[in-house]
């Protein structure tokens, strides 16, 4: 599967690898689709640059690590088990998903599986400081 449309490159980062990245479609090459992939590649693939603005918890970030930081799709299911952290809710901190979940509109994920294990860590961080708690292990 290819994500057909991206921000990032728009927003002047040309050096965030992820946004855009994907094999293109050849003839005779099979197309794998279901409703939940679907839905998650008609939205844009963002990246945690391109939502700086509207999060507190994001403030203290390099543009390079907030470019390479990508986000969720809307309307793609979150795997079973696996950690994500909330941008609009820093007090949820790292959260493991059911599996039953799916990416809401306008809802701001990043998985730490698609993260650098540094600044995944800062961010955990970031959001103890946003939430006001003293530290976060």
């Not at 963002?46 to 999060?55: E, Q």
């Not at 299911?77 to 959260?95: I, K, Q």
């Not at 599986?113 to 540094?118: F, K, L, N, T, W």
Request: net charge neutral.
């Amino acid at each position: 599967m290819t994500r057909s449309t991206t921000n990032c490159n728009k927003n002047g980062h040309p050096w965030h690898a992820r946004c855009g990245s994907g094999a293109a479609w050849s003839p005779g090459r099979p197309v794998v689709t279901d409703e939940a992939s679907d839905r998650a590649t008609k939205a844009p693939q963002l990246c945690a640059l391109d939502v700086r603005g509207d999060h507190r918890v994001l403030s203290g970030f390099s543009d390079h690590e907030l470019a390479e930081l990508a986000l969720v799709p809307e309307g793609m299911p979150l795997r079973r088990y696996r950690l994500y952290l909330d941008l609009h809710d820093p007090g949820r901190a790292e959260f493991a998903a059911e599996g039953t979940e799916v990416v809401k509109p306008g809802q701001r994920l990043v998985a730490r599986d698609d993260a650098d294990p540094d600044v995944w860590s800062a961010l955990r961080r970031a959001c103890g400081y946003v939430t006001g708690r003293k530290s976060v292990g």
